[in-house]
C-alpha cells in the first residue's frame, strides 16, 4: 500500500508523461490507471489532475471515470511535488468556542484556509499550528471559507472527531448562518432558492444541485441586508444564488458587483450550529463581524437616519406650508 506524505503543487513547473494503454490496461477507469505509474501520486491527486484538464485521452479530456480502451494515448501535464510543511506563524486569530476535541475561530477576511505555492505561511492552518504549537498534529479545518469571505471556522483536534465532523458536514447536520450585503432590493422578503448553480473546473463546467433559504434584515438606499443558511454546500453558493435573484453580493466582482467603497464580497459565516460529536450537546458558535463590515453597516445606518430626519422635516415644512395656504 503507498503512503503519501501531504504536498503542494508548483503549477507553474511541470513535466509531460505519456501512456499507452495495453491489454492489461484495457476496460479500467481513467483514475484507477494512472494512479498505478504515478507513484508519487495518490488517487485523489491524479482526480484533481483529471479535473484540472491536466490529462487528455487521444487528445480529448474525460472525467475520471472514463473508461479506458487497447490502444489509447494519454498524456499527463505532471506539476512539481513540493513537500507540505504547515509552518507555525504568528498571525492574529480570534479563538470563538475552544475544548478538548474541538476549536473555532473567527478567519479574518484575505485569508486563506490552507498553503498553497505562492503563500505558505500566511493561512488559517499556520496560525492555528502557531497557537496550538504543543500540540501535534494541530486542529486541521473541517470545513472551508473562500479567502475574503470572514466568520466562524470549526478545526478539529483529532481524527476521529474531523471524521465526525466531516460526515455531519456532508449529511447536512450542520447549520450555517451568513450574513450578507446586497446590491439592489431583494424580493420577495424571505424564502428558498432552489436552483442548480454552475461548478467550475478547469476545460469545463457543470451543473450542480443546490437550495439557499434567505430573509432580509434591513433595507437600505438601494442595498439589503440579507441572512442566508445553505442547505447544500457548494462551491461559491450563496454569491450564485445572489447573483440569480438580480442582487449580487456588494464587491463581489467575480459575480457582477464592484464597489468603490468595499473590495472584497460584503459576505460574513456569522454563526455555526452543531451536535457536538462528544458531548453530545448543541453548540452555537457567533463570530462579529470583521471591521470593514461593521463600518460600512455603520455608514448605512448614519445615512439612513440623516434621510429619515430629512423627510420628516420635509413633510412638517409641507403641513404648515398647507395650513398657512388654508388660513
Not at 43 to 58: F, M, S, Y
Not at 207 to 220: G, H, P, Y
Amino acid at each position: 500500500m503507498k503512503k503519501f506524505q501531504p504536498a503542494l503543487w508548483n503549477e507553474n513547473k511541470t513535466t509531460r508523461q505519456e501512456l499507452c494503454v495495453g491489454a492489461k490496461g484495457a476496460q479500467l477507469r481513467l483514475d484507477k490507471f494512472i494512479s498505478r505509474y504515478l507513484n508519487d501520486f495518490s488517487r485523489h491527486e491524479v482526480q484533481k489532475l483529471i479535473w484540472a484538464g491536466r490529462v487528455t485521452v487521444n487528445g480529448n479530456i474525460k472525467k475520471p471515470a472514463f473508461q479506458l480502451r487497447y490502444g489509447d494515448l494519454i498524456i499527463i501535464s505532471r506539476p512539481e511535488k513540493i513537500p507540505f510543511q504547515n509552518t507555525p506563524t504568528p498571525l492574529a486569530l480570534s479563538v470563538l468556542y475552544d475544548d478538548e476535541w474541538l476549536v473555532a475561530v473567527n478567519k479574518p477576511p484575505g485569508m486563506l484556509m490552507h498553503p498553497v505555492f505562492g503563500n505558505l505561511t500566511h493561512t488559517v492552518m499556520n496560525a492555528l499550528a502557531f497557537h496550538y504549537q504543543k500540540k501535534y498534529p494541530p486542529p486541521q479545518p473541517v470545513h472551508r471559507l473562500d479567502k475574503d469571505v470572514s466568520g466562524v471556522v470549526l478545526a478539529s483536534k483529532d481524527k476521529w472527531t474531523s471524521r465526525q465532523m466531516s460526515t455531519m458536514f456532508s449529511e447536512r447536520r450542520v447549520q450555517k448562518t451568513y450574513l450578507a450585503l446586497l446590491e439592489g432590493m431583494l424580493h420577495p422578503a424571505s424564502g428558498t432558492i432552489d436552483q442548480p448553480i454552475k461548478i467550475f473546473k478547469k476545460g469545463r463546467t457543470c451543473l450542480k444541485s443546490a437550495r439557499t433559504q434567505f430573509r432580509i434584515l434591513k433595507n437600505f438606499q438601494n442595498l439589503t441586508l440579507a441572512i442566508f443558511q445553505p442547505f447544500t454546500g457548494r462551491w461559491h453558493q450563496i454569491r450564485q444564488h445572489a447573483q440569480s435573484m438580480g442582487c449580487p453580493i456588494v464587491g463581489d466582482k467575480r459575480y457582477g458587483c464592484r464597489s468603490d467603497h468595499f473590495h472584497r464580497p460584503a459576505l460574513h459565516a456569522s454563526k455555526i450550529v452543531f451536535l457536538h460529536p462528544i458531548l453530545k450537546d448543541m453548540k452555537s458558535i457567533v463570530a462579529p463581524l470583521p471591521e470593514d463590515f461593521r463600518l460600512i453597516l455603520t455608514e448605512l445606518n448614519r445615512q439612513t437616519k440623516i434621510m429619515k430626519k430629512t423627510r420628516g422635516d420635509i413633510h412638517e415644512n409641507t403641513v404648515i406650508t398647507r395650513s398657512k395656504n388654508r388660513n
